[in-house]
């Protein structure tokens, strides 16, 4: 079975331009979430979501940061405009709520490097 | 420049030895925890959780044992080998299905 699917895996961008990342979740899952990882500050959650519908964005940095999730099987995190210290690592995960198990499985990440 | 960030502590092992990691979470509410592996260049890889009804879980050489009362929770690896090189995260289910994660220890495999 596929894993989460993350796309670029790399990318390297000027100050001030928006970056679109994108998400695919496991086939099946109904929770999706976005999270990003820095030496400073570990692994943090930003946003995530339940049935595309988005439940807890408290850890969205600021408003230049969005989400959106249009379908079960697709999600994106923009940042607009972005700015070097949103140079990080970007994790995707998703999970299947049932009664046995809410294990979040991770995608290869995006490393994000704004000049 | 210096260099700033999070120290993560690291346990070193030699081979064939077995490795424990600990870690402490913070709310005596959280009632599912999970243990990952971060390799370097890859995304946090499961490795097996727990419910807060249970005090231990055992899967295929590892073992997690939950200390409730002390708010505890530990990984043993038994037999560490060398691919078991890299950051544990402990993470724990604060509500719905919103996981915190700790900071990592990183575990170094000694040949």
């Known amino acids: 079975d596929a894993g989460v699917i993350q796309s670029p895996r790399h990318e390297v961008t000027e100050m001030g331009q928006e970056v679109t990342l994108r998400c695919k979740p496991i086939?099946?899952?109904?929770?999706l979430f976005w999270y990003r990882q820095t030496m400073m500050r570990g692994l943090e959650l930003l946003i995530y979501?339940?049935?595309?519908?988005?439940?807890?964005d408290s850890g969205m940095p600021e408003d230049r940061f969005s989400a959106k999730m249009p379908n079960a099987s697709f999600s994106t995190l923009k940042i607009q405009p972005s700015e070097p210290r949103d140079s990080a690592v970007y994790f995707c995960?998703?999970?299947?709520?049932?009664?046995?198990?809410?294990?979040?499985?991770f995608g290869p990440g995006t490393r994000l490097t704004v000049l | 420049g210096e260099s700033v960030g999070l120290h993560l502590p690291t346990l070193s092992v030699q081979e064939g030895d077995n490795s424990i990691i600990n870690c402490a979470y913070s709310n005596s509410a959280s009632d599912y925890f999970i243990w990952y592996k971060q390799e370097s260049g890859k995304g946090p890889q499961f490795i097996i959780d727990i419910r807060s009804n249970m005090d231990k879980r055992q899967g295929q050489r590892v073992t997690v044992l939950l200390n409730k009362t002390v708010k505890h929770l530990s990984l043993q690896i038994a037999a560490t080998q060398p691919g078991d090189s890299a950051v544990y995260f402990c993470?724990?289910?604060?509500?719905?299905?919103?996981?915190?994660f700790g900071a990592g220890t990183i575990l170094r495999v000694k040949s």
């Open positions: 995960a998703s999970s299947r709520r049932d009664s046995s198990t809410d294990t979040q499985y």
């Open positions: 086939s099946g899952h109904n929770s």
């Open positions: 993470a724990e289910n604060i509500y719905g299905n919103k996981l915190v």
């Open positions: 979501f339940n049935n595309n519908v988005p439940i807890d």
